[in-house]
């Protein structure tokens, strides 16, 4: 099974359904940054996640790293446990639990 991103009914928000592992993720980044473009903050609602792994957290990361570099606001929203203890161990917890705002250029 694939992982899934669905546009919410506001303007830039987001869910990701279904599993967000290494064999799950492929296609995903492209998909999503397509769907994000339009928007200049995002909120990804992350509550329908039924598994993850490091892939996924690498994954929910480039979005940052993508919403950085394009001048975007990526805020993500119920973030299941499994993630933050992976995030947590990997020390990157603080960029999904308060999102990531574009701070200009340095």
Same mark, same amino acid.
Do not use: C, Q
């Given at each position: 099974?694939?992982? !899934?991103? @669905?546009?919410?009914?506001?303007?830039? #928000?987001?869910?990701?359904?279904?599993?967000? !592992?290494?064999?799950? @993720?492929?296609?995903?980044?492209? +998909? =999503? #940054?397509?769907?994000?473009?339009?928007?200049?903050?995002?909120?990804?609602?992350?509550?329908?996640?039924?598994?993850?792994?490091?892939?996924?957290? =690498?994954?929910?990361?480039?979005?940052?790293?993508? =919403?950085?570099?394009?001048?975007?606001?990526?805020?993500?929203?119920? #973030?299941?446990?499994?993630?933050?203890?992976?995030? =947590?161990?990997?020390?990157?917890?603080?960029?999904?639990?308060?999102?990531? +705002?574009?701070?200009?250029?340095?």
């Amino acid at each position: 099974m694939r992982a !899934t991103i @669905v546009e919410g009914d506001e303007e830039g #928000t987001f869910s990701i359904e279904g599993p967000l !592992t290494f064999d799950s @993720v492929g296609g995903l980044l492209d +998909r =999503a #940054t397509k769907l994000f473009e339009p928007h200049s903050r995002i909120v990804v609602d992350l509550s329908s996640i039924t598994d993850s792994d490091s892939a996924g957290l =690498a994954l929910l990361i480039e979005w940052v790293t993508w =919403a950085n570099h394009s001048v975007r606001e990526m805020i993500y929203e119920n #973030t299941p446990e499994k993630l933050l203890n992976i995030a =947590a161990i990997s020390e990157v917890e603080g960029l999904l639990e308060a999102g990531e +705002r574009w701070k200009g250029f340095m």
